[in-house]
């Protein structure tokens, strides 16, 4: 099984010199055609694609046949797991999630490189792209993911000396000092929060996402390159649309799991790691609209480049934050600590293709055609190019606030992150902005920016939309000015594309993809203002059997139920108009840490979602429980039978007493459990300081412990067996013997109309897909154009 | 064109203003209690939680109290707007942001900081042998 990981980190390494290797051929290749070298490169691209395969399948042997002499394989994943959560534990941290990045990168660079050869641009594409794919191989030499077990943790594994008999877990070092390692036979387990089915489908999408922004920028470089500014453009927009396409659904899938699952309260929490997502995928988003600009008035020129190289380089960026642990204390997310060698490479990755590309950006510069700029501000291209504008601002903006804690080292010395309202404050007015222009855009496009038509054929988007904004202001009541003003362009751009969508569809099917992902982004933004801005929150303690009422609901905390040793189901029937369901949010009491994990369980309605987090489970253990003891009865508390026998006042304290000095009576208490008895003796002590009661602790059977304070002691004077006493008894803290007194503490919320959301993306993805169906039409019509010398 | 640089630059002038403007309003400080005490404004202070005082959770107010020690060492009585957050038992180390309210801690949140349970640790590795 060593040899295993050893072919696997010899194969990492021939992968990464394979590509390295093609990068160079494929140079050489652009400055000399030549149809050997060209041969010769792309067999190194196959060759370090083959070996990258190998070396994943290799790395998928070891974690499904539990080889946890790896350190890797032990660190993320056990014996207890099911088959597609053991599966995903392949990136479930840093050198797997690294692995899956380069394999989909080298996946995608085959497609690239017959998409590129059949158009004239392979020899300086895939120079880059090569490039590019060896820097990611290179993670993988440096951190090696096929790092012995006994190499991490020498200390605790490696012994010398005679090996001990009857052990199948050892493996001999160095057999002629008699050097030996332990390893161990179950792995430490894959974070319970990543146990869901989401970690399996959601990590491969966002890595897929994340490997093709790397084809706008590889393209842009190539067009430098050739200097060639014009059909570039055609050919990298079926790119980008793909990209925004993949890592938009990823983005989105993390949304939902952190609301569905992760119990955060919300789709978006402006993390660190949502944030790194989202960033290139504005960039990527503002390329295709200021590539349509160059598609029409041929200017626009640089700033495509410009975005087209952003969108690459800002996901180096924000890997380099999330990865390298620069972030530190400042997030939810512990970023932990790759080590020197990691935050090096990661900067200088990130460095490297920066300078290679804007470098040669300004190299060119003089060259480059500069655009005739004399189009109208009431045109369709002006609308493009300001919401362009306006998107990258927004990836600006949150780019400023997730390197807040970088930022802020460099002002204060110390790092702090900036709190979520900042990123609504600065991109709500954008939103407003970007959702008019696009609702605008389209309108000048389908009426030709002729300004009597434009103006008519804004009265019916106007009016629904006013019509909009008055529902949400009167069903929900806000006096937000900028939320209702966001909702009010929303619902225009909204109206405005649905309608020119339809007309569209009309005439020509393929090309209702642009007007449909904006319906789907106007609709989202519709959702986001009534879940987000228009919930409702409450924290309310359910006192088992109690009804509670809140928010026009009814709740009533039912019980629970043990799913498994540490995972517990909390019913709550929630009361709504006559309709009656229960919800069952789930607690796990972790048995090794200690720890409790929180899901939360949501009820669908077509209008709204009733979401109920739970927050801790307060039973009464903790908090004495009063009891009146009466001479010679009996009364059970939590497991255990009490009985007051008498009161013991000994002579010499009667004497004490009348003599003024400090002296003690003791109550005669005997504790019962089945099979077992003992006395306690629940002291009052009199001193100078008055009277002071001394707890008592019986500990049971099971080891639970009891703890008896007398608290007042009522003596009857004419019949002795009339006296009593009163005690307080705090019972065992257990977290899994919940009483029957318990109470669930819950956090409720209602999100309005939050379907929108996720119809919203639904719409957005199906119109990105017709898109690049249209696009890579068009770019196939190009190239057979220029195959048959056109 | 030169009307549309200008108009451009103020654009991004004005857009850069306010991000600065939001960045510097909405990021919060660090301080100790002293500090906090001195300043009106919100902060957040990193401690530790004092175990051997008593928390206490106010079911009807659902407000979670604590004693809380600062990296200068002083112990505070910190109210916190909500339940006793996400493992509080095993932080080795919080994060409170509030305000300083009459000689107590009102945190708006308490962020706490877990040991990396799943880093391999060298304790983990021995019990898993």
């Known amino acids: ?790 | 064109m030169k009307a549309k640089i200008v108009v451009g630059a103020v654009v991004v002038v004005v857009g850069v203003l306010l991000a600065a403007m939001n960045f510097m309003e909405s990021n919060v400080e660090y301080a100790d209690f002293a500090a906090a005490e001195q300043s009106h404004k919100k902060v957040q202070v990193k401690g530790e939680w004092v175990k051997e005082e008593p928390t206490q959770f106010d079911v009807q107010r659902v407000k979670f109290t604590f004693f809380m020690k600062d990296e200068s060492n002083r112990v505070v009585k910190v109210v916190l707007d909500g339940a006793k957050p996400n493992n509080f038992e095993i932080a080795t180390s919080v994060v409170a942001k509030g305000k300083f309210v009459g000689g107590e801690f009102h945190a708006s949140e308490v962020l706490t900081k877990c040991p990396s349970k799943y880093e391999g640790s060298p304790e983990t590795v021995k019990k898993t042998l």
């Open chain 1, 1 to 790: 099984m060593v040899l295993m990981g050893t072919l696997g980190s010899i194969l990492a390494t021939v992968a990464f010199a394979a590509a390295l290797a093609a990068a160079f051929l494929y140079y050489h290749t652009f400055l000399t055609p030549a149809e050997r070298m060209l041969a010769a490169a792309r067999i190194c691209y196959q060759v370090a694609t083959g070996s990258l395969v190998a070396v994943a399948a290799i790395f998928l042997y070891l974690i499904l046949t539990h080889q946890f002499q790896y350190t890797y394989v032990w660190q993320y994943s056990s014996t207890d797991l099911s088959l597609p959560l053991l599966v995903s534990t392949f990136y479930a941290g840093q050198e797997g999630s690294f692995m899956l990045w380069a394999l989909y990168t080298s996946f995608i660079g085959i497609f690239l490189m017959v998409y590129t050869s059949r158009r004239d641009y392979e020899n300086a594409t895939m120079s880059v792209y090569s490039l590019i794919l060896s820097f990611l191989l290179l993670m993988l030499v440096v951190k090696n993911p096929f790092t012995m077990i006994w190499d991490s943790f020498p200390a605790e594994l490696v012994k010398s000396g005679p090996i001990p008999p009857g052990f199948d877990n050892i493996v001999i070092l160095d057999a002629a000092r008699s050097i030996w390692a332990q390893f161990p036979t179950e792995g430490s387990g894959l974070n319970p929060l990543l146990q869901n089915y989401w970690m399996v489908i959601h990590p491969q999408i966002l890595f897929s996402g994340f490997s093709a922004m790397a084809v706008p920028y590889t393209l842009a470089v190539a067009a430098l390159m050739k200097r060639d500014y014009d059909s570039w453009i055609r050919i990298a927009t079926p790119w980008a649309v793909f990209g925004s396409m993949v890592l938009g659904t990823g983005i989105i899938m993390g949304g939902y799991w952190a609301y569905e699952t992760l119990g955060w309260g919300g789709f978006w929490g402006w993390d660190p790691v949502e944030n790194s997502s989202l960033i290139p995928w504005l960039l990527c988003v503002a390329s295709i609209h200021s590539a349509l600009n160059q598609r029409k008035t041929g200017g626009f020129v640089r700033t495509n480049i410009v975005f087209s190289l952003l969108t690459f380089v800002t996901v180096l960026y924000s890997t380099f934050l999330t990865r390298s642990g620069i972030l530190g204390d400042t997030s939810v997310h512990s970023f932990v600590d790759p080590g020197m060698w990691v935050y090096w490479l990661l900067l200088g990755c990130l460095g490297l293709f920066t300078l290679l590309g804007f470098g040669l950006l300004v190299f060119r510069l003089p060259e480059m055609p500069t655009a005739p700029a004399k189009h109208s501000y009431f045109s369709r291209e002006f609308a493009l190019f300001l919401g362009a504008f306006a998107l990258s601002f927004v990836a600006l903006f949150v780019m400023i606030g997730t390197s807040s804690p970088i930022i802020t080292t460099i002002l204060n010395g110390k790092a702090s992150a900036v709190e979520i309202s900042y990123y609504v404050r600065t991109n709500l007015p954008l939103g407003i902005i970007i959702c008019l222009l696009s609702g605008i855009g389209q309108l000048l496009w389908w009426r030709r920016s002729q300004a009597e038509t434009f103006v008519r054929s804004l009265t019916l988007p106007i009016t629904l939309s006013l019509l909009t904004t008055a529902v949400v202001y009167g069903v929900l009541g806000s006096s937000e000015v900028l939320i209702l003003l966001f909702t009010f362009c929303a619902a225009f751009s909204l109206v405005v594309n649905a309608k020119i969508g339809s007309e569209v569809f009309k005439g020509n099917p393929k090309f209702v993809g642009g007007s449909l992902a904006h319906v789907g982004i106007a609709v989202m933004c519709l959702g986001f203002v009534t879940s987000s801005r228009y919930d409702s929150t409450a924290t309310l303690a359910l006192e088992r059997g109690t009804p509670v009422e809140s928010m026009g609901y009814q709740l009533t905390y039912l019980g629970y139920e043990e799913l498994d040793s540490e995972r517990y189901a909390f019913n709550v029937q929630v009361r709504h108009g006559g309709v009656s369901k229960t919800v069952a949010p789930v607690m796990r009491f972790s048995k090794k840490d200690n720890s409790t994990m929180r899901h939360p369980d949501i009820i669908n309605f077509l209008s709204r979602d009733f979401y109920v987090a739970p927050v801790s489970v307060e039973s009464d253990a903790d908090q004495p429980v009063s009891h009146t003891l009466n001479r010679g009865k009996s009364e059970q508390i939590g497991g255990v039978t009490v009985t007051f026998r008498d009161f013991e006042f000994p002579e010499s304290e009667r004497a004490s007493m009348s003599e003024g000095k400090p002296f003690f009576i003791d109550a005669d208490v005997r504790v019962q459990e089945a099979g077992r008895s003992d006395q306690l003796k629940l002291r009052m002590k009199n001193g100078p300081q008055g009277a002071e009661f001394l707890p008592a602790t019986y500990t049971s059977k099971s080891g639970e412990q009891y703890v008896f304070v007398m608290t007042q002691m009522m003596p009857a004077q004419t019949d002795p067996s009339a006296s009593a006493i009163a005690i307080d008894v705090v019972l065992p803290h257990d977290h899994s013997a919940h009483k029957k007194d318990d109470t669930l503490i819950i956090e409720a919320s209602i999100k309005p109309m939050i379907n929108l959301v996720w119809a919203g993306t639904v719409t957005l993805i199906v119109g990105f897909l017709l898109t690049i169906i249209r696009r890579i039409g068009e770019a196939s019509r190009d190239g057979a154009r220029l195959e048959s010398g056109d």
